[in-house]
């Protein structure tokens, strides 16, 4: 349900799309020079966002049209039920929670806008930008950048993976865990790395049981990780394993086909949970070349800070932190980009 709006401007067509709550801006055409733009519209995007907005900067954010696959709002739109991010004691739905982001972003004033970011020259200041499907145009610019890009955890595109994404299959154990429907059930993991063991661990505070399908016959986890994981009564690791389909009630998991690497054997495993901790993949190829990155493609940013290699440039949330890749770490490094890249423009306006 939805309903079209066009406004006709001297510079620019907009389009307003009012999708029930919020409003969805495209600009066909507008070129604009920025103090500061952001790119990404996570829990770290939004946080720089409200931080320099407050701060009189007129942040620019471009939240992105499907970007890396995630509507505007990043990972939190595909989840459910949000327990642990503080202010909302019985819990929020994702949509909902970054719904109220927005809201306040733009309460204090910052430009939204419903367009993904597909190019950027950081050579030289102002740093350009250029829209997808818009690259032949002049490009927008900036004094400064927060990227703010998140990333995406690595699926298995298994089938049923889809029916029962967030209704039984997850990839993030400590943000869902806890949730009622895999309380004192048996849940799976699929890694075999430090990873897994950790999200593995974790669940047994939770977990009837809890199965770790590694797809060799040895885990790549530290010594010490692999010892508790072994050691631990309520889990079992199933060794040369693979889940090959998700099956369920059509509203909710409750078992995985699960295959032997060696043998070919395929069995049923009764689970109402299915966790995949097989790493992410930062959404960077944006800067690739121009920032630097880590091995994993992670961006590098300078110890206790969010300032990258290149001045002016900041980055924010999943985009650089592969360790701990929750809402509210993203949201309070979005808080030390704003102050960082405030301080940083008013330093240069000196």
């Not at 299959?169 to 943000?175: L, P």
């Not at 099956?247 to 949970?273: A, P, Q, R, S, Y």
């Not at 920032?291 to 110890?303: A, H, M, R, S, V």
């Not at 809402?327 to 890249?341: N, P």
Request: aromatic share 8%.
């Amino acid at each position: 349900m939805f309903s079209v709006f066009k406004l006709l401007t001297k510079n620019a067509s907009l389009e307003i799309l009012n999708f029930a709550k919020s409003p969805f801006i495209k600009i066909q055409k507008n070129e604009m020079h920025s103090k500061v733009i952001i790119v990404g519209s996570g829990p770290a995007g939004h946080t720089a966002a409200l931080y320099l907005s407050r701060a009189t900067l007129e942040p620019v954010m471009f939240e992105g049209f499907l970007a890396n696959g995630f509507a505007p709002g990043g990972q939190l739109t595909t989840t459910t039920d949000v327990e642990n991010y503080p202010g909302f004691p019985d819990g929020i739905m994702g949509p909902e929670m970054m719904e109220k982001f927005r809201q306040q972003s733009l309460r204090f004033g910052t430009k939204i806008l419903t367009e993904t970011i597909s190019k950027v020259d950081l050579s030289s200041r102002p740093f350009k930008l250029w829209r997808e499907n818009a690259e032949s145009k002049e490009p927008d610019t900036a004094d400064a950048i927060i990227i703010a890009t998140g990333a995406a955890a690595k699926r298995l595109n298994l089938p049923g993976e889809d029916t029962y994404w967030q209704k039984g299959i997850s990839a993030c154990a400590v943000c869902d865990g806890a949730v009622p429907i895999f309380r004192n059930k048996s849940l799976a993991v699929v890694g075999g790395g430090d990873s897994a063991a950790e999200e593995s661990l974790f669940l047994t505070k939770y977990a009837s049981h809890v199965y770790v399908c590694v797809r060799r016959d040895k885990l790549r986890a530290s010594k010490v990780m692999a010892n508790r994981l072994l050691s631990n009564p309520k889990i079992t690791v199933l060794w040369n394993t693979l889940p090959i389909e998700c099956k369920g009630d059509g509203k909710l998991l409750n078992n995985i086909i699960i295959k032997d690497t060696k043998t070919n054997e395929i069995k049923e495993l009764k689970v109402n949970g299915l966790f995949y901790a097989i790493g992410h993949v930062p959404a960077t190829e944006l800067v690739k070349g121009q920032l630097e990155l880590d091995q994993d493609g992670y961006i590098i940013t300078k110890p206790d800070t969010t300032y990258t290699n290149i001045e002016g440039v900041f980055a924010a949330g999943d985009v650089k932190d592969k360790k701990y890749r929750q809402a509210i770490t993203s949201a309070g490094s979005g808080c030390m980009a704003a102050l960082e890249c405030e301080r940083w423009l008013s330093e240069c306006a000196e």
